[in-house]
Each structure stands twice: as structure tokens, then as C-alpha cells.
């Protein structure tokens, strides 16, 4: 299982996002399998070689790369891949796959995915809030530039504010996270109030402090 990075244009300010993501973060790449998907650009090999070493630069490995042209990739590259989609559960004989999410994006830059984020999938929107309309699953993450919304329970990781926003927020319809961060600022399951566990929360910041406080379900 991977995080997928997609630069968008301009390549510029998608680097500036993801350099606020390291300063709040910077051990967030570490360790981590890296996909670089490239289906959004259209780059020479040039491109390609200066992307990678900016990348390279910010100690991110690149596992793999999806949507490059062939003409581009050479052997001493990563290797290219096609096929992948975010790991889910293994249907049995007689079952049919569940849909992958659908990802629509609004004019406000925000992503919504319809269905539940899974365990071992990460789903990383530096350019606004995200909007789960299912669970996200233990063992799933969760990483925002703006707020992060999920109407149904919270109980991998949810970091919102990556971008270098202290405002974000996070909302959940049941509270059961494995952690939760804003503009930087983390909070463990271990070091949370157990009386807001199963409740309906919003996590923001408060003088530079995680607090929580409940809303109503309707």
C-alpha cells in the first residue's frame, strides 16, 4: 500500500503545499511508499528528471510512477505502473468488487468522496477541505489543506490544516480516532477525552491547543 502523490499545475505552488505539509510534518514521508501519478501533466523527460530530483530533494521516494507517457521512461527510472487503485478489502468468490470512491471536486478547490475511506488507504487534498460521506476505517488517513468533514465515524487519522492553516477544522458524526491534527498540532487517541468517544465532535484550535466539542447528529 502506497501514497499516491498527483502534482497538479502550476507545479510551483503544488511544491509550495506540499513544502508547508514537511515544515508541519516533516517526518510525515518518512518510511513511506510513494506512487507519482502523472496523468494531470504533460512533461517532457526533462520535466520528469527535475520533478524527481525535486522530490528527491525533499527525501521523498518514488516507488513507481503512473500516467507518463512511455517515451519518457527509461530503465534507470521508477518503474512504471498502471492498474492501481487504493487497497480495500479481497472480495470472496460470488461477491462483487465495491466501487472505488467517486472524487468530484467543486469550485472551492474541496474534494468529496462518496464512499467509506478504507484501511491502508491515504487520501492527501492540500488545496482544500475534504468531505467523507461514509466512515474512515482504522488503519486509514485522512490529509487536508482546509477542514475536514466525515459524516460518518472517524476512526483512523484525520489531519487537517496541512497546508499551514490554523482555522481548519475537523467534524465528525462518531469519534473514534486513532489521531487527530490541525495547522501541525497532534493529538493521539491515548491523549484524548474518552467522554467524547462515540459522540458527535468537532476538533479545533484554541490558543494553539487542540480542543473538542460536541454538535448535534441532525
Known amino acids: 500500500m502506497a501514497t499516491v502523490l498527483a502534482p497538479i499545475p502550476p507545479v510551483a505552488e503544488w511544491f509550495g503545499d506540499l513544502d508547508a505539509l514537511n515544515r508541519r510534518a516533516p517526518n510525515f514521508f518518512a518510511g513511506r511508499p510513494v506512487i507519482l501519478d502523472l496523468a494531470g501533466l504533460k512533461l517532457t523527460r526533462e520535466d520528469l528528471d527535475g520533478l524527481l530530483a525535486e522530490l528527491a ?38 461477491e462483487e468488487t465495491p466501487p472505488e470512491p467517486a472524487l468530484k471536486e467543486n469550485a472551492a478547490r474541496s474534494l468529496i468522496l462518496d464512499a467509506p475511506v478504507r484501511s491502508g488507504q491515504t487520501v492527501l487534498h492540500l488545496e482544500g477541505d475534504v468531505t467523507v460521506l461514509g466512515a474512515v476505517a482504522s488503519g486509514a488517513e485522512v490529509i487536508a489543506g482546509g477542514s475536514i468533514h466525515v459524516y460518518g465515524a472517524l476512526r483512523g487519522r484525520a489531519v487537517a490544516g496541512a497546508a499551514g492553516n490554523p482555522g481548519a477544522r475537523i467534524w465528525c458524526r462518531r469519534f473514534e480516532p486513532e489521531l487527530v491534527a490541525i495547522d501541525g498540532l497532534y493529538r493521539a487517541a491515548d491523549d484524548l477525552d474518552p467522554a467524547f468517544r462515540g459522540q458527535a465532535v468537532e476538533v479545533r484550535l484554541v490558543e494553539d491547543a487542540i480542543k473538542l466539542g460536541l454538535f448535534e447528529r441532525g
Open 57 to 94: 530533494a525533499r527525501r521523498i521516494a518514488i516507488l513507481g510512477i503512473e500516467g507518463a507517457p512511455p517515451s519518457i521512461l527509461t530503465p534507470e527510472l521508477p518503474p512504471a505502473l498502471s492498474g492501481g487503485r487504493p487497497a480495500g478489502e479481497v472480495a470472496t468468490p460470488g
